[in-house]
């Protein structure tokens, strides 16, 4: 039987274009399980596979989409069975290997998880690969020491994927958040996800003028990087830590080493690509019992395949808020 899907095709002058088309099973790659897929989500990453040039792909024709969950529809590892629902970040699916913009997929069983009791798939992919690595680098927080009560805990890119999820999930664990945004207009949306405090992005914009400045955070989930990491990692409090998750502001760090050598403050580095089998099936049932489901709502944009292409482009111009879940069945 066919199905629909995102594909993405290169010319030969490398030109690359995406739209729906038809597919059969004999069009998908090599893998142990394949999996009815119900539900994706847009990322920064998938914007690079669809826009020009193609990004981070590899091969064509192409279909991204760097998570999904969805059913077992058949399986030759005896870890799943047909029916189970199961959920999937990272591996380079999407990138390297056929990902989630397509109602089949076929994958590596040792990329999958089962979906936790209490998560639907629609959910699972409200959270998708942002909420996952927000739930990562929070849980590495609190294994240095992070707690509730102790000031407050500064989340930057706040209106963004990772960082809307780990505004909602902080929140409701008790912490103080002040979430950083250079939108004003997404104000009312940080604080209705828990934000008790909104910091603008253009207070810690500056260039770092001295390595330490007055202690301000207790912890922080930075999904920015790049200047405005340096400029946080001198506003630390002692002993504290930064998460770090993102590279929206760059690869290059120009910060000095006198905070992790005056203050002991550690920069924790979350990658969520290829975390452990063990690491992936705590942080989803971290998920699955600390987020906030109430608060997906207000994060979720729907979307069909239809949707991908401008959303795609949209995503790499900062203008896509929170979670956008795709419906590949729509």
């Not at 452990?276 to 699955?288: C, G, I, Q, T």
Request: with cysteine; hydrophobic share 45%; aromatic share 6%.
């Amino acid at each position: 039987m066919g199905f629909r899907a995102l594909v993405v095709e290169k010319d030969a002058e490398g030109a690359t274009s995406a739209s729906v088309k038809e597919l059969t099973e004999t069009d998908l790659p090599a893998g142990d399980v394949t999996v009815a897929v119900e539900y994706s989500t847009v990322n920064y990453k998938d914007g690079l596979c669809i826009g020009p040039g193609g990004g981070l792909v590899r091969t064509y024709p192409h279909v991204p989409g760097i998570d999904f969950a969805g059913t077992v529809e058949a399986s030759d590892d005896s870890r799943f069975d047909v029916g189970d629902r199961v959920v999937l970040t990272g591996w380079r699916v999407g990138e390297a290997h056929w990902g989630g913009y397509a109602q089949k997929a076929r994958v590596k069983a040792d990329w999958l998880v089962p979906l936790p009791e209490g998560l639907s798939t629609r959910d699972a992919m409200a959270v998708g690969t942002a909420g996952f690595t927000a739930m990562l680098a929070i849980m590495a927080l609190e294994r240095h020491g992070l707690r509730p009560g102790k000031g407050e805990v500064l989340v930057t890119g706040a209106a963004g994927g990772v960082g809307s999820v780990a505004t909602a999930i902080l929140n409701d664990l008790g912490y103080d958040v002040a979430a950083v945004t250079g939108r004003p207009e997404t104000g009312g949306y940080l604080r209705e996800l828990g934000a008790s405090r909104i910091v603008p992005r253009e207070e810690l914009a500056e260039t770092v003028k001295r390595p330490l400045e007055s202690e301000s955070w207790v912890g922080c989930v930075d999904a920015v990087g790049g200047p405005m990491l340096a400029r946080v990692l001198g506003q630390m409090c002692y002993g504290a830590s930064v998460a770090a998750v993102g590279l929206a502001g760059g690869a290059s760090l120009p910060a000095s080493v006198v905070p992790f050598l005056l203050r002991g403050v550690n920069l924790l580095g979350i990658d969520s690509v290829m975390q452990p089998y063990d690491n992936r099936l705590a942080a989803w049932k971290r998920v699955a019992s600390d987020l906030p489901m109430d608060k997906l709502s207000a994060m979720i944009q729907p979307a069909t395949l239809e949707d991908l292409p401008r959303l795609g482009a949209e995503i790499l111009k900062g203008q896509v808020r929170g979670r956008v879940v795709v419906d590949v069945n729509a």
